[in-house]
Structures are given as C-alpha cells and as structure tokens.
C-alpha cells in the first residue's frame, strides 16, 4: 500500500431536516486499500458514500480527492462546506466511480453499450481504444458472451458485474461500493463477492459498504463501524472482530448468527 | 350526385384532414415537451403559468377554441380575417390544444424515469443536458408510446371538429353533400375513411412499439 492519499474527508456532518445523519466522519483512504464500512441501518453508511460521490452535499466538514478540494470548511474544521465552482465540481467525477444496490444499468443500452457510452461521453479515448478496454473488463468479469445482451435478460449477479464494469471503465482512483450484494440472493452474492476479491488482489482502491462480514473480513485492509452518524470503531479487520466495543460486539455477534 | 363525384370530393376532404392531423403532430409533439418542462420547472411563476394554460386546453372544448383562434384577432383587434387564416386557426388551435395533453403524457413518463437512473448518469459524469439526451429520453419515449397512440388515434377524429370554422375537411365535405343530396351515404363513407385513416395509423404506432421492445424497463 503506498501512502498517496486519494481521499480525505474531515469532520463531514450531514442532516436531512432534524435528523442529524452523519454528526462528524473523518476518513483518509490511500492507494491500493480496501475499506469496509459496516453498520446497523439508519446509522449513515449509504449517506456517508452519497455525500462521496456528490449526490448529496454535506453540511459540513472538508473533503479533497488527491490533494484537489472538493469542499473546505470555512474554519477549517467541522464549519459550513464550501463547494468549489459548479463547472469545476463536474470534474470531480473522474477521481471515483460508484456502484449502487441496485446497479442502475441503462435499460435501453446492450451490455457492451452501457460500459462503453460513458467512456465515450467522458472522452477516455478513441472509440476502438474505449471498446477493447470494455471487452477486456468485461471477459475478465465472465460476460464475454453477453456484450449484445440487454440488462433485462441478465440475473442480478451479471447485471451487478456489467455495473462493476461500467465504473472501471471510467478508471476511478476510488470505487465505491454501496452494499453491492443486498439485491441478490446468496449464490449470486457469492458470485459478486469473487470478483470484489479479485478486484482487491489488483490493489483497487476500494470503499465498501456492506453486510457481508466474512468478506469484509477477508478483503479489507480496514473495517469501519459506524453507528449514529459516528465512525465508533474502526482498525485492521483482527482488531474489529476482537473488538472490546460492546456495541461493535453485538452487531457482529447478531450479524455473524445469522 | 353519383357516387364518384362523392367519392373524389370526400377523398380531397380527406386530404384537408390528413393535412390538419400531420401538421398539429408536426408542431404538437415537440411543444408539448416544452410545454412538459415548464410544468415541471422549479420556477413557480412557469410552472403555475403552465398549469393554468393545461388546465384552460383540456377543461374547455376544443371546438370552442378552434373558434376563439379564429374569430380572436377580429374582436381584439380588428383585425380582418382572410379567407386562408381559416387553416392556419385550425393548425393553431389543434397544435396548443394537443401539446397540453401530450404535455401531461411526457411529464408521467418523465417522472415515472427512478432516480437511479438519474444518479448513475451523474456519477458517470454525463452532463445535466446529455442524461437528458442519451439516458432519460429514449426510456421517456418508450413509456409514453402506448398512451400517445391514444391521442393520436383521437386526433384523427378530432380533425373533424374543423367543421366548426367551415374548413373544407372530410367531415364539413361530407355533411355538405349529405344535405344537399338529402341522404347520410356520404357521412358513412367519411366514417370508413376515418376508420381506415386509424388502422394505418394504428398499424405505424405499432411499429414503433415493436421497435422498442427489444429491452424491457
């Protein structure tokens, strides 16, 4: 792991009306890691990684991708988040991808489209250099055989893959993962799960939201635990299991029974 | 008169109505997005103004506002009115009176497009203009065809109201030889054209739905 840093978030807050969802997040994530965020539901896993990948904007705090700000608190600390310019923002987009539950694939897009279209869009290359890059993912990923499909008549285990694709095709710094496994059932998570492994051995930066505690366990250099807006806990995944938290105890302990 | 005179005399009527149908199309279609997109607006002053031009087209018949348009710039203005304003009145009035309810079709499938597809757009670093573009109106178009269908299938009909400002469409045509000859042939003959008019016109809309149907939403 190398020490470039490609993100780093300082005392982000957040709220949707009264509700407080994310009170004070700082996170530094470097090149090559793999980062796990676990939690109970409602404790502000999803919004910490929507606030990321600026769908929502935070309240307060700062946040840079590679050293270029994003927002900077006016003190410097938690105060009010200042975006950068508009224009300046939509740059932004280049330094992370974003993998939903639900993958949102482009419905009216063949498979090989939805990977290549925003690469097109983005301006990543020449149309032939754009295409082989795709079809290159897209073998390593097993769906060699499915360029002309159309989502619809994918299982939610390919379309997750296509999605997978999708994001590195626009080679992020940071991918992000938003409980990537929640909408398929347990064959094609584990499905999905080997590739996130294989996408680890690369060394591609990733955060990963899920509920999946053996793999989180098992790929991640470091677990986060977040509950009521607070990283509780956080280390190597051997410190987290072993954790003397009550709180982080439990919710390992409930999730592992089941 | 024999039946032939009848027969050419109603099928230049139908020209008039066809003419009357492909132009509304022509100008409602593409208004009716502008007109989606103002009621849509976050700016209160368009989207109410929207509101109230919708509300105003669909709640007052369309022969009344066939009339307005074209008697409309001689009671406000004085306006004299000539002999080929009749058409361009028709044109006008079908035009605002569709793009209302087209409006209304697109802003359901506009709004029935998840947020998903919206933010993986965003995130992808598609611009506002091209997930528009690329990603939400092919999907809009789609959604929206089997109810536009509708609408169009009525609108062939609705060319008849035409009638009502004396244009030379099928309809005014047929009820003129039918009293003149004192017989209601010519009116059913105008209703097996307009009955062939939507098969073909049913038949094309299917089409295009068959186009789209190679992926599912």
Redesign the interface.
């Known amino acids: 792991m190398s020490q470039e840093t490609l993100l780093e978030i300082e005392h982000m807050s957040k709220a949707f009306g009264d509700n407080q969802v994310l009170k004070d997040i700082s996170l530094d994530v470097h090149k090559g890691e793999v980062v796990a965020i676990i939690g109970p539901s409602g404790s502000g896993k999803s919004t910490l990684l929507r606030c990321a990948?600026?769908?929502e904007t935070m309240d307060g705090g700062s946040m840079k991708y590679s050293g270029h700000p994003v927002c900077l608190a006016e003190d410097g600390k938690a105060g009010p988040a200042k975006y950068i310019e508009k224009n300046e923002l939509?740059k932004m987009?280049?330094y992370?991808?974003?993998v939903?539950q639900?993958f949102?694939?482009?419905?009216?897009y063949s498979v090989l489209k939805n990977v290549v279209?925003?690469a097109l869009?983005?301006g990543m290359g020449t149309k032939e250099e754009i295409e082989a890059n795709a079809k290159a993912l897209l073998d390593q990923f097993g769906l060699a055989q499915k360029y002309d499909a159309?989502?619809?008549e994918l299982s939610g285990g390919q379309q997750q893959r296509v999605s997978i694709a999708?994001?590195l095709a626009?080679k992020p710094g940071i991918l992000f993962l938003d409980e990537p496994t929640s909408a398929l059932d347990p064959e094609l998570t584990a499905e999905v799960l080997k590739l996130l492994k294989e996408l680890a051995k690369e060394h591609i930066t990733m955060i990963i939201v899920t509920h999946e505690l053996g793999f989180a366990r098992e790929v991640s250099d470091r677990i986060l635990f977040i509950e009521g807006g607070n990283i509780v806990e956080q280390g190597t995944p051997d410190e987290l299991f072993n954790s003397q938290n009550q709180r982080v105890r439990d919710f390992i302990g409930k999730l592992s029974s089941h | 008169m024999d039946l032939q005179t009848t027969l050419i005399q109603l099928g230049q009527g139908l020209w008039v109505s066809f003419e009357i149908f492909a132009l509304t199309l022509l100008f409602a279609l593409p208004l009716g997005m502008v007109v989606a997109f103002g009621r849509m607006s976050s700016n209160k002053i368009i989207s109410t103004l929207t509101k109230i031009y919708i509300s105003i087209m669909r709640g007052t018949p369309l022969m009344l506002q066939l009339i307005v348009v074209y008697f409309g710039p001689w009671y406000m203005f004085r306006m004299r009115i000539s002999d080929s304003y009749r058409f361009i009145a028709v044109i006008i009035a079908f035009s605002l009176n569709y793009a209302a309810y087209f409006a209304e079709i697109y802003r359901g499938g506009i709004e029935s497009i998840p947020k998903g597809q919206y933010e993986a757009a965003q995130v992808l670093g598609y611009s506002k203009w091209q997930t528009f573009w690329h990603i939400i109106l092919p999907q809009v178009i789609k959604r929206v065809l089997p109810s536009v269908t509708n609408e169009i299938i009525t609108l062939v009909k609705d060319t008849s109201l035409a009638f009502a400002i004396a244009l030379a469409e099928m309809f005014t045509v047929a009820k003129q030889i039918s009293a003149a000859s004192s017989t209601i042939v010519p009116l059913m003959i105008a209703g097996l054209y307009y009955y062939l008019f939507n098969l073909v016109v049913s038949w094309g809309m299917e089409q295009i739905e068959k186009h789209y149907r190679y992926y599912k939403i």
Do not use: E, M, W
């Open positions: 990948t600026l769908l939509k987009h280049q992370f991808g974003l939903f639900n949102n694939l482009f419905p009216h279209n925003p869009i983005n159309y989502p619809c999708r994001a626009l």
